[in-house]
C-alpha cells in the first residue's frame, strides 16, 4: 500500500518544538511521501533539517490564514491529480497532538484490510441534534485518513478545492470538520474511528479528545492532545506517569511544549520542575565559563557561605560587591587568610535583590552561568530574623552545583535554576492573590518594555514562581534580558511608585526567560514539611474583624454631646503584607516582612491585651 501524509504545522511563536520532530520521526517512515505545511514562518535552519532529516518532498510556507483546512487543501494540491492517484490512502494529520504514544502502524494494516471503511481516523464526535449550527456526527479532524475510494471521488476534491481562507478557527469547525464526513456519508462512504465515542457515556461532554483522557488511555489512542493536558491539570501529572508505564514515549517533550507555548508555571507544569540528581562526572573545564557573585552586607553571610564555595572555587571565578570600604577590607583580609582568590567590588547601596547585577554589567556579561546571592534584605545576624533563611538559601544553591551544571550543560532549554521555597516562608501567609494582584498593573507595563515575543497579562495570576532573596543561577541571555529592565527609570519616580516597581523585578525573572525560551527549574529543599502546613497556613483566614466600643464628641445643634459608637478593627492572623502599603518607610521590599515578624507579634498581643481588658471591664 502506498501512502501519502500531509501535515500541518503551526506554532505561535514561529518556533519548532521537540515533540514535532519525534512526531515526524516516527511516523514518516510509515508513509511513501510527506508534504509539510506551516503555518509559521519558519527560520532556513530548520527548513533545511525538516527537508534532510525526514525526506519531505514539499515542504509549504504560509500565512495561518484558513487554519488547518486550508493547509491541507494547499499540500494536497500541491501534487497534480496524477501523483495524488498514485497513492492508495491520503493521511491528513496536524501538530496538536503528542505522540505517537503507542503504535500506530498496526492500524494501518487492519483498516487496509477492511472493505467496508473508506475512510478512519482516531476519535469520532456524536451528533448534537439541537445545536446551532448543527452538529452532525463526524470524525475528529486533527488525524484522518482517507482511502482511494475517497479521495478519487468528485465530491471529496471539490470539497478540498473550494476550502475557504477563514479567519476565525470556529468558522472552519462549523463549515468543514463537522461536515466532511457527513458529506462522504452521503455519497454512500462508510468510516470509523479507534474509539467509536457515539456508544461511550459521555456525561454531556462530547469532545473525547478533551474530556475523556481515561477512555483515550484505556483504548490506547496512539496521539493525545496538547490542550488536554492544561485542561485537566490536577490528574495531568498522573497522566504523564501512566504514559511512563505503558510506553517509551519521552514524556518531557510534553513538558518543554507546554512550558513554552503556556505560561510556564501552572500547577501541573511545577510539579514536573524539580531539579533531578544527577551524579554523572563530566569535564566542566571543557565547557563551563561560570561566575559565583556575592553581595555581602555582613561578614556572618560570607563565613556561611564560604565552606560552599570553597569546593566550587575551581570551576567558577568568585565576584563579590560590598557597599562600604569597611566590609571591603574585612572581605580581602578574609580571602587572603582562606587564599581564595576573587573580584571585590564597592557597589552602591541595594535597593532591591538584583541591584549590584545592574551596577557591574558590563564584568559578567562575558559569563555563560552565574550563581547569585544577596544579604542585603538580611539587616541582622539574629538567627530568627533571616540567618536561618540565607543558611537555608545558600545551602540549595551550592550543595548541588553538580546537578546545577548537569541540567545547564545538558539541557539548552534551561535558563533558570532557584531555591523551593525557604521554610520559614512556608509557615506563615505573606501574601494572597488579592495583594499579589495590586502589581499586576505595573507589571504590564514593565513587559511591555521588555518583552520580545510573548504576550502576558498578569492581571489573571494569582501568585508568582520566583526566586525569593535573588538567590539565583541564570544563563547569559537571560541575565542579559533581565539587565534590560529600566531600573534607572523606575528608581527616579517617587518612594511609594519606586518600591512598588522594584519589587517587580523579582517577580519577572522566570517569565523574562520564557519570553527568550528558556525552562526553569526548582532546586528541592531538604527540609522535607509535611503539605498539610500548607492547607493549614493557606486556608487560614487572612483577616477577622473585632469590634470595639468608642467614645466620641460630637455637635448636635451646637451642643456637645458624647456619642457612643461601635467600630470594627481589622485584626491580622499572620504577618501580612498589604502590596498597597509599599509607601512605608518601614518596608524596603517583599522580603523584609518576615524579618520585622516581632513588630507584628508585638502589635497582636497589644490587641489581645486591649480585648481582655475590655471584656474585665
Not at 580 to 588: A, F, G, H, T, Y
Amino acid at each position: 500500500m502506498s501512502r501519502l501524509l500531509v501535515y500541518v504545522h503551526y506554532n505561535k511563536y514561529n518556533d519548532y518544538s521537540e515533540y514535532v520532530d519525534y512526531q515526524l520521526r516516527e511516523i514518516t517512515p510509515l508513509f511513501d511521501r510527506t508534504v509539510f505545511v506551516s503555518n509559521s514562518q519558519l527560520s532556513t535552519s530548520i527548513i533545511e533539517r525538516l527537508q534532510t532529516k525526514f525526506n519531505i518532498s514539499n515542504l509549504i510556507i504560509r500565512e495561518n490564514i484558513g487554519f488547518d483546512f486550508a493547509a491541507w487543501r494547499d499540500g494536497l494540491f500541491s501534487l497534480d491529480r496524477q501523483e495524488i492517484l498514485e497513492f492508495d490512502s491520503i493521511t491528513f494529520m496536524n501538530d496538536t497532538c503528542f505522540g505517537p504514544i503507542w503504535d500506530m502502524d498496526s492500524y494501518y494494516q487492519y483498516f487496509e484490510q477492511q472493505e467496508d471503511v473508506d475512510f478512519w481516523g482516531m476519535t469520532n464526535h456524536s451528533e448534537v441534534p439541537n445545536s446551532k449550527p448543527y452538529i452532525p456526527e463526524h470524525l475528529q479532524s486533527y488525524f484522518m485518513v482517507f482511502k482511494k475510494s475517497v479521495f478519487n471521488s468528485d465530491i471529496f476534491l471539490h470539497f478540498m478545492k473550494n476550502v475557504v481562507n477563514y479567519s476565525e478557527v470556529q468558522n472552519v469547525i462549523d463549515q468543514y470538520e463537522t461536515q466532511l464526513t457527513k458529506l462522504l456519508l452521503n455519497d454512500g462512504f462508510r468510516y470509523r474511528s479507534i474509539l467509536d465515542t457515539t456508544k461511550i457515556e459521555n456525561k454531556g461532554k462530547l469532545n473525547f479528545s478533551l474530556d475523556h483522557p481515561k477512555e483515550l488511555m484505556e483504548k490506547r489512542i496512539p496521539l493525545l492532545k496538547v490542550k488536554l493536558f492544561e485542561l485537566h491539570q490536577p490528574i495531568a501529572p498522573s497522566i504523564l506517569e501512566e504514559i511512563k508505564k505503558q510506553s517509551n514515549y519521552p514524556t518531557d517533550l510534553i513538558i518543554d511544549h507546554l512550558t513554552q507555548i503556556y505560561y510556564p508555571d501552572s500547577v501541573f507544569k511545577l510539579s514536573q520542575k524539580l531539579l533531578k540528581k544527577e551524579t554523572a562526572l563530566f569535564n566542566h573545564d571543557e565547557h563551563f565559563n561560570g561566575a559565583v557573585i556575592l553581595h555581602l552586607t555582613d561578614l556572618w553571610a560570607f563565613n556561611i557561605i564560604i565552606d560552599k564555595l570553597n569546593e566550587l572555587m575551581d570551576i567558577f571565578n568568585l565576584i563579590i560587591s560590598v557597599e562600604t570600604e569597611k566590609m571591603e577590607k574585612s572581605i580581602r583580609l578574609e580571602l587572603e587568610k582562606l587564599g581564595i582568590e576573587a573580584q571585590v567590588f564597592i557597589v552602591e547601596k541595594s535597593t532591591f535583590a538584583f541591584s549590584p547585577l545592574y551596577q557591574f554589567r558590563d564584568i559578567i556579561s562575558s559569563y555563560d552561568y552565574i550563581g547569585f546571592m544577596n544579604s542585603f534584605m538580611i539587616d541582622s545576624d539574629d538567627f530568627y530574623s533571616g540567618r536561618s533563611i540565607y543558611t537555608e538559601l545558600s545551602e540549595m544553591m551550592f550543595t548541588k552545583t553538580e546537578s546545577i551544571l548537569f541540567e545547564f550543560l545538558n539541557n539548552n532549554n534551561i535558563g533558570v535554576v532557584f531555591p523551593d521555597i525557604p521554610t520559614s516562608f512556608r509557615l506563615q501567609r505573606l501574601v494572597d492573590a488579592d495583594m499579589e494582584n495590586k502589581l499586576s498593573k505595573e507589571l504590564n507595563q514593565v513587559w511591555s518594555e521588555v518583552s520580545e515575543r510573548k504576550k502576558i497579562d498578569f492581571s489573571a495570576f494569582d501568585s508568582f514562581v520566583m526566586p525569593y532573596g535573588g538567590a539565583v543561577w541564570l544563563k547569559r541571555d537571560v541575565v542579559s534580558h533581565l539587565l534590560k529592565i529600566p531600573v534607572s527609570q523606575l528608581i527616579k519616580d517617587d518612594y511609594y511608585k519606586r518600591n512598588k516597581l522594584l519589587s517587580l523585578i523579582d517577580r519577572l525573572v522566570i517569565y523574562l526567560a520564557w519570553d527568550k525560551g528558556y525552562d526553569f527549574r526548582v532546586i528541592e529543599n531538604t527540609k522535607s514539611l509535611p503539605s498539610f502546613i500548607d492547607n493549614k497556613v493557606l486556608n487560614r483566614q487572612k483577616v477577622y474583624q473585632e469590634v470595639e466600643t468608642i467614645k466620641e464628641i460630637e455637635v448636635i445643634k451646637e451642643v456637645k454631646v458624647e456619642v457612643i459608637k461601635e467600630v470594627k478593627i481589622p485584626v491580622y492572623p499572620d504577618f501580612y503584607i498589604n502590596m498597597s502599603d509599599l509607601n512605608n518607610s518601614n518596608i524596603k521590599n517583599l522580603f523584609i516582612v518576615p524579618f520585622k515578624a516581632l513588630k507584628f507579634i508585638i502589635k497582636w498581643n497589644y490587641s489581645k491585651w486591649r480585648t481582655g481588658r475590655k471584656e474585665k471591664k
